[in-house]
């Protein structure tokens, strides 16, 4: 069995799956804020999931890391800093731990979905924030995307601000007074795709992906934004540079944790046998 683990700002999400990708337990608790009662948290559930032969784990985290010292350097909405999370839970769980960006590996679940037909995915998820991942032939690039909408300054109101600050699921709410999905408005649809694709385009130009997979809680009712979206981005293309396909996730609430999976099912698989 691989063990995954979502790491939220508010709540932390585990899931077990079998060798073969199949989802067979799942199980939600708060993510305390002080990080030493997060792993004191952890322990406590996982014993509740009643698995005590979990050949490798990946840990989903939403902020910035240290991949070669396994560590937590920043997050978001968590004042974890510096933390060695890696070591910490391979010993809380006695295997094998990977830990990698939440969208990342939101992405690279995706990008498995639909790599039979493109081959470099550009994933962009927009709930409270907005993150990003670039996954070619497979491959999660680490370079691309830590800090997502955090990291990409643009132009807005005649002002170089962060993407995120205008565009996320926060800045829609802060806004409207509404979550995205309860905006009815077109003329308010039109602007937060407007907002959106500001960004979009940017991100187009620099990684020139064959395909855009939108997910968070925008990219679960894309089908409200999609046409304005589209459209908006069409207005910018050139010969140089086309815009390309838009999609829906798939998965666009759980895409992290399939993301686990594939992260550790790769990295650990041929450790384990099957029957």
Not at 17 to 38: C, I, N, S
Not at 234 to 250: D, G, H, T
Request: net charge negative.
């Amino acid at each position: 069995m691989y063990l995954a683990v979502d790491i939220g700002g508010t709540k932390t999400l585990l899931a077990v799956f079998d060798v073969k990708g199949k989802m067979r337990k799942e199980l939600k608790f708060p993510t305390p804020q002080d990080y030493e009662t997060f792993l004191a948290e952890l322990d406590s559930n996982v014993k509740k999931l009643d698995v005590d032969d979990f050949q490798a784990a990946a840990v989903a985290v939403p902020g910035l890391l240290d991949r070669d010292a396994g560590k937590v350097l920043a997050l978001g909405n968590l004042p974890w800093k510096n933390e060695p999370i890696e070591a910490e839970i391979e010993s809380l769980l006695g295997c094998p731990v990977a830990i990698e960006n939440d969208a990342k590996l939101a992405g690279l679940s995706e990008a498995i979905l639909i790599i039979k037909e493109f081959k470099r995915t550009l994933y962009i998820t927009i709930s409270t924030g907005i993150g990003l991942s670039l996954i070619t032939n497979g491959i999660i690039d680490t370079k691309v995307g830590d800090l997502g909408g955090k990291g990409l300054l643009v132009e807005h109101n005649e002002k170089l601000v962060p993407w995120e600050s205008f565009a996320s699921g926060k800045a829609i709410f802060e806004k409207y007074g509404k979550r995205a999905s309860d905006i009815t408005d077109q003329a308010d649809r039109k602007l937060i795709s407007h907002n959106l694709a500001i960004g979009f385009i940017d991100l187009i130009a620099v990684l020139q992906p064959e395909v855009i997979v939108v997910g968070g809680g925008v990219g679960a009712h894309f089908e409200k934004f999609d046409k304005y979206l589209v459209k908006e981005l069409k207005s910018y293309e050139v010969p140089m540079l086309p815009i390309p396909p838009i999609r829906k996730a798939q998965h666009a609430e759980e895409a992290v944790i399939y993301g686990c999976y594939e992260l550790v099912k790769d990295k650990y698989g041929s450790t384990v046998t099957t029957t």
